[in-house]
T-cell receptor
């Protein structure tokens, strides 16, 4: 079974600064997807960024980028120029790409609460 | 973009009653839907996977008779919490898999409070 670990329960960043959220995972599969989701106080899950394991290039979405280290099974999220609206819970998630595998549900890490200081 | 509608967004019920939560995919066919439960300040825990027209697959420790899941059409899955008790109070979130693209989309979640 796959597991996802977020070792930072809480992180704090000054507005306009950069912060990195950590995520590690464990899997025996070679083909999979990794995601970062944001959950603001409204509790709506918002997709921030996704990474296909077969791609070596790190995904980037505006101020959000990832550092994907497949061999180390690490998938960190970097938020640049942090804004007050970035304050939320962030969840790292894993999804198998194998049709015959564990299905295509998401396995979530424990989450990191990000606080942004004005 | 694709939208998944979850209803009701919040519900309060008395202990012993049953509550039904609906999850609808509004502009795509959802071959598979997932139901998650989230306790305060915790992560999402998968409860069950439902495929259209077949029985749901429940995760270990989830009582299938307590949490009834029906996926009768490609756009609707329902979760019924039967004989609800205060410990069933939680936030329930569904996600739907677009059968054409494989993308996953989340509903807005439903907060259940059992008195």
């Amino acid at each position: 079974a796959q597991t996802v670990t977020q070792s930072q329960p809480e992180m704090s960043v000054q507005e306009a600064e950069t912060v990195t959220l950590s995520c590690t995972y464990d899997t025996s599969e070679s083909d999979y997807y990794l995601f970062w989701y944001k959950q603001p106080p409204s509790r709506q899950m918002i997709l921030v960024i996704r990474q296909e394991a077969y791609k070596q290039q790190n995904a980037t979405e505006n101020r959000f980028s990832v550092n994907f280290q497949k061999a180390a099974k690490s998938f960190s999220l970097k938020i640049s120029d942090s804004q007050l609206g970035d304050a939320a819970m962030y969840f790292c998630a894993y999804r198998s790409a194998s049709v015959l595998g564990a299905g295509n549900m998401l396995t979530f890490g424990g989450g990191t609460r990000l606080m942004v200081k004005p | 973009g694709a939208v998944v509608s979850q209803h009701p967004s919040w519900v309060i019920c008395k202990s012993g009653t049953s509550v039904k939560i609906e999850c609808r995919s509004l502009d795509f066919q959802a071959t598979t839907m997932f139901w998650y439960r989230q306790f305060p300040k915790q992560s999402l825990m998968l409860m069950a996977t439902s495929n259209e027209g077949s029985k749901a697959t429940y995760e270990q420790g989830v009582e299938k008779d307590k949490f009834l899941i029906n996926h009768a059409s490609l756009t609707l899955s329902t979760l019924t919490v039967t004989s609800a008790h205060p410990e069933d109070s939680s936030f329930y979130i569904c996600s739907a898999n677009d059968g054409r693209t494989g993308e996953l989309f989340f509903g807005e979640g439903s907060r259940l409070t059992v008195l």
